[in-house]
């Protein structure tokens, strides 16, 4: 299947990185606070030099940690020196409801490439694309998942944030929150630029062109398999 989408792998474990970039089948990479969490990082900075090292040319963003205008400022200038592909992600709001529109700009214009995420508003989206300077470029990380989440149909904002954000020049949608291979696809039909996804669902992208009928064989092979493994049986009247 042919997809104009760039696929992102998303996590933090090293380890399943390398493992996906072995297969080719990402083009970049992101991160954010949960996922670090969730892969036991402890030390953030030691964490960030070495995927970098890792993937020197290709696009790797890491997220700030403050959660005051000045404190993102200066941890952003750290993080955007660790490497000229390093993107520096900046949610579009604070846990107090106010935009980082100030901040978002202040990098943009000294020229660090900014993912600004946490977006699930088109609101959000035109404050993210006026806050991006064009020379610079940057990315509008749009959570689709956390909107399906809460039972709303992501395709048509999608499909109006890809409007949003080309009529700027340098500036790129992506699909955050991706929650099954499918959203590769829609990503694609919507305009989206990146999709990030994570390994255990990149590892499903080779069923893309399965024949339905070999699928449904295969499911049921499992099932034979794991009723053998379990050594299950329903006892019947002779």
Known sequence: MKLNVKVYSDGAQLADMKAVAAKGLVEGFTTNPSLMKAAGITDYLAFAKEAVATFPD?????????NTPERMLAEAKVLAGLGKHVA?????IR???DD???VITALSDAGVQVNVTAITTLH???LAVDALNPKTG????????????TGVDPMPM???SAALCHAKANVELLWASTRESINVVQADETGCDIITVPPKILNKLDKFGKDAFQVSVDTVKTFDQDIAELGFTIPVEA
């Open 158 to 160: 999608m499909k109006q």
């Open 138 to 149: 940057g990315i509008v990380s749009v959570f689709a998942g956390r909107i399906a989440d």
């Open 100 to 102: 980082n529109t100030a």
């Open 124 to 126: 959000e989206v035109k």
């Open 95 to 97: 846990a107090s409801g």
């Open 58 to 66: 290709q696009s790797i963003s890491f997220e700030v940690f403050g």
């Open 88 to 92: 520096v992600k900046v949610p579009i």
